[in-house]
Structures are given as structure tokens and as C-alpha cells.
């Protein structure tokens, strides 16, 4: 088996554990509230991270810090969001709008970095506004519209603007500082937002202490955090980008893959078809666009 051949496999490998995690972050919110869930996921993360690269900690720079720390702000404000829209919609329907974030990617560096648009980018919009208007309007009309699926797609801009930011950041700063300050600013900010939110009354601080509810934070903080982010560190070093990118455009696919398996949760004809033209927007935006970023410590698709 070639290295490439071995790298693709591992890729594919990280991209079914991020699609597994919507069925199991929604499983584990009904054990938790979503902050004290996404607090203890990026703790327990960011502390395998560190203590599997201590070096990065050796020689870090004021620079990295506020990078790592702009890094971690957008990352956790889309985790936030998608983790509070998986209270109110499905698994398949999140992971779909969560990847679109690919398609914004472009048309954000248009309209507030100055990129030229080609068409393909535009094609690439379209086939996903396209699709996300099937996948999340019901039949009914726009007013039954379901806030999780707003939510969503609110995290799916913040992940976007993290996909431009890590761009930028990782052509000056070490990629493995970036990604265990990221997650790490994640970890901070969550338990902040939980402190915050509780003493509001907003949302008070749950947890309960069952096996299915420390299995969640197991998976997510070490499988689908600590450890799919380090094998895909590894394995984009020695495959290419157009490569990388279709396997990251199979995490919605995943998602609803699992989210059949796990709690049948069934796609109607109309959320199909959205799901259809998503998947296609993010496939031209991703092979035919041009390049949104370089490699980054981050999926092109975030993970939930």
C-alpha cells in the first residue's frame, strides 16, 4: 500500500468519525446542556493535544497567541451554534447545512477580501442556496422553517470565516501551535459561556453523569477531536488537495449515513433533493472553485 494510498484511507477515516459525531452530539445533549458538553469536549481535547505536542508550547510567540485565540473565537462560536441547532434538527439535515460552509468560503473572500468570483463560484452558491432552501423549508412554506436549521447555518458562516482566517494564519504561524491553541481557546470560551449563561438564567449548567453522556464527550474530545485532527495533520502532507476535498465533501454524506443506522432517521423526497443540490454546490465550490485556503489544521467541512 502506497504512503498516498494510506494517507486517503486516513482521511476518509477522519471524515466518517466527523459524520458519526451529529448523531452522537445530539444523543449526548439530552445529558447536558450545550455548553458545559462543548466545555468538557474541547478540555478533555486540548489537553491530549498538549500533552502529545508539548513542543508547540516551547517557543510561542504573542503573535501565535492572538492568532490561536481569533482561531479559537470563530471555531467555538460555529460549534456553539451547531451544537444548539442539533437540539431542534436532525443529524442528516445538520450535517448538510454545516457543509455549505465550503460554498460561503469563496463568496465571502468576494465580497470582504476583494477575490475575484469566477463562475464556477457562483454555480457553486446557487446549487447549494438551491438546495438548502429544499433541504430546510418545508412544503408548508418558510414560516415553519425549524430554528435548528437556522442555527445551523449561522455556524455554518462562522466556520467559513475560521476556514479564511486559518488560511491566512497558518502561511506565518506552526500549524500544530495553531491547532492546540485553537481548541484550547475553545475549551476557555465554553467554560466562560457557561458561567455566563447560567448566572442569566439563559441556560443553566447541566450534566448528567451517565455512561452514554461521558461515551459522547469520549468519541467527540478524543476520536473526533485529538485524534482525526492529528492523523489529518499527518495524511495531508503526502496527498493533494483535490483529493482532501472530495473526501471532506463525504462528511454530510456520513452524517446521514449514521444518522439512518443509529436513530433511522429518514430524509423526505423534498430533503433529499435539497441534500442533492447542496452536495453538488460544495463539490463545484471545492474542485472547479478556486482554492479557498492552503492546509489547514481544520476539515474543510468542520466536524460537530
Known sequence: MTRRLRADLALA????????????????LVHASVFVFLAARFTVAAFLMAVFRPH?????????????????FFMFGGYAF??????????????????????????LLGIFWGRRLTSWVYAGVCAAVF?????????EGISQLNRGDVLTFVAAALYAVHIILVGNYSRRHSVAA????????????????TGVTAA?????????????????????AILATAVAFSIQ???????????AAILFTL???????????????????????GAAFVLAGILIAELLGPPAAPESPEPTTEPA
Open 200 to 220: 442569566t438564567g439563559w441556560q443553566f449548567a447541566r450534566f448528567s453523569w451517565k455512561p452514554d453522556s461521558l461515551l459522547g464527550i469520549a468519541i467527540c
Open 56 to 72: 508547540v508550547f516551547r517557543s510561542l510567540k504573542r503573535e501565535e497567541l492572538l492568532a490561536g485565540a481569533a482561531l479559537g
Open 251 to 273: 462528511e454530510p454524506v456520513f452524517a446521514s449515513l449514521t444518522s439512518y443506522l443509529m436513530i433511522r432517521e429518514r430524509l423526505t423526497p423534498r430533503a433529499l433533493t
Open 131 to 139: 438546495g438548502l432552501y429544499f433541504l430546510t423549508v418545508p412544503a
Open 82 to 107: 451547531q451544537t444548539a441547532g442539533l437540539q431542534f434538527t436532525t443529524p442528516a439535515k445538520s450535517g448538510f447545512v454545516t457543509g455549505s460552509s465550503v460554498v460561503l468560503v469563496p463568496l
Open 233 to 243: 495533520l499527518w495524511a495531508q502532507q503526502y496527498t493533494t488537495s483535490s483529493h
Open 13 to 28: 477515516f477522519c471524515t466518517l468519525l466527523w459524520g458519526a459525531t451529529f448523531v452522537i452530539v445530539k444523543n449526548s
Open 178 to 193: 495553531l491547532s492546540v491553541l485553537q481548541v484550547a481557546a475553545c475549551a476557555i470560551m465554553a467554560w466562560l459561556a
